[in-house]
């Protein structure tokens, strides 16, 4: 007998073997069968889906799920347009907070805004309470005199590291803006958080991701590093998990700050990497380690990804690395003969060229076929490294959506010549790479359905068109945020698609992505999202607009409740 069996449905299921179907039988947390094969068989639940659509589950390869889940309890700054706003809204969160309380936002964007805070009217604006208002890239924040005082800033007693950015005014003042490491001198203030917070904001992001039909995350970046919360913050997805409200199944990025010089036999080649040796794959179906995470460069908004050639009118001319490119080179290396994937942060040509070298190095030292190193973001890509990806294997995971968020300011800064090398997607079609779909969240909306709408339309905020040619197909576009998601992390036999024998993670929509007007892909309703045949989001919306007989398995069990049972 089959667990739940969905009926009358239009079924989706990226199986180039069995593209199209009606009814899905599901057992025991897997997909057991299609149409024929399951139609006759008698279920605990059946549900008429009343012509539904049903796709697989949706897969985000790159996003912040404690970033995200903490900035919901944080000043939203998000839909700001002016200083003024910026301020009064500072002023508003400072009145209700003790003398020494923190004042904490997040989402700001100075090319809204026409320039960032300055520390001077922060400074007015908290009434002596130290302000942290954090970027919506992540890659720079604003902090108040109160702030810069307690990080050694005013009194010279401290400096930026390498790869960070202070900005002084004309006379040499910090003004409150700090740039990509620079930011250490601030989280070092508050690092860590406890695990118990941690944990809360990982299940407040999973119940949203829930809510838009992501069944599966990539976490890019964890414990210590440039958005680091804790040492051990994976312990704080543990806890979500065994507590019984981590909704979505996580692959945890371990940042490259955590990994340290290892003493193993010498025939295993292993001299960098986590205690025990772990590296990625090691956990299981829900929680698992996935790859070593390593900042290259900056930002494309701040101006700050290391380009080969400078951007347009900016002090930064060429952008910057994190670190020195000889070090990060060789830990790439490594990394890999450790046995990590490696997914590198490069936005800039002249950090996608360092990567590209790192994985040719590595592979040369130590050769693992179909490793799947990853560029994550894969900002600006020049026609002659498209076929460095694929001769390399290298799975670019470029983030579609920032098109529309922040693709006018990205424009400017890269100029016409070079406009249409920014995110591409089309060109690594062609060339045979695979492109997973990402999100970044929170730097933009993470929603995976307005994520295929820009791949789609590839459209900015101010209605322009952005490297028209990238431009993908709707059924492209629903393959990278399943199949190809899954694909990038080695998991295409399990899920991204609905086929028989793999985890019975499914979304059921309103429309079919691939169907509807591409201008209304992102407005669709996400009714239902399963996890192994277990809805995890949309019960009541189910039972509300579709005939369900017997009981439909709901929820979300904690480790002990699967060993209890």
Known sequence: MLDLKLRNARIRTIDDLHPRAHTLGVFAGRIVG??????????????????AVIVPGFGDAHNHMVWFGQSLDELSLGDMTTLDQVHEAVARRAATLPPDAWVVGSGYDDTVMGGHPHRRGLDRAADGRPVWLKHRSGHMCVVNSAVLQQAGLIDGTAEAPNGGVVARDSHGVPTGLLQERAQELVTRLVLPYPVTEIAKAVSRASAVYASEGLTHVVEAGVGLGLIGRSPVEAAAYQLARDRGTLQTRVELMAAADNLHPLHAHANDSITTGLDLGLY??????????????????????????????????????????????????????EAHRAGWRVAAHAIGDRA?????????????????????????????????????????????????????SVGDAMAQALGPARTPWMYRHKS??????????????????????????????????????????????????????????????HDEGRRGSITPRKYADFVVLSDDPV???????????????????????????????????????????SVKAEQDH
């Open 34 to 51: 299609l149409d024929a094969a399951v139609e006759e068989l008698p279920a605990l639940s059946t549900l008429d889906c009343h012509g």
């Open 280 to 333: 990625s794959g090691f956990g299981d179906d829900r929680l698992r380690l996935g790859p070593m995470k390593i900042w290259l460069d900056g930002s494309l908004i701040g101006r700050t990804a290391a380009v080969t050639e400078p951007f347009c009118n900016y002090d930064h001319p060429t952008g910057i690395y994190q670190n020195d490119p000889e070090e990060m080179r060789q830990l790439i290396v």
């Open 352 to 404: 996608v060229d360092l990567a590209l070298d790192a994985f040719a190095d590595a592979q040369r030292a130590a050769p693992r076929p179909d490793v799947r190193h990853r560029i994550e973001h894969s900002g600006v890509v020049r026609p002659d490294q498209l076929d460095r990806y694929a001769e390399l294997g290298v799975v670019p995971v470029p983030q579609a959506h920032f098109l529309y």
């Open 428 to 489: 690594f079609l062609d060339r045979g790479c695979r492109v997973p779909g990402s999100s970044d969240r929170p730097v933009a909306p993470g929603a995976p359905l307005l994520g295929m709408q820009s791949m789609v339309q590839r459209l900015s905020h101010a209605g322009l068109v952005l490297a028209p040619n990238e431009r993908v197909t709707a059924e492209q576009a629903l393959r990278a945020y399943t199949l190809d998601a899954a694909w990038a992390s």
């Open 515 to 557: 169907d509807v007007n591409v201008a209304q892909i992102g407005a669709i309703e996400v009714i239902a999202t399963f996890i192994d045949g277990v809805c995890v989001h949309g019960a009541d919306a189910l039972e509300a607009s579709m005939t369900a007989t017997g009981p439909l398995p709901t929820g979300t069990r």
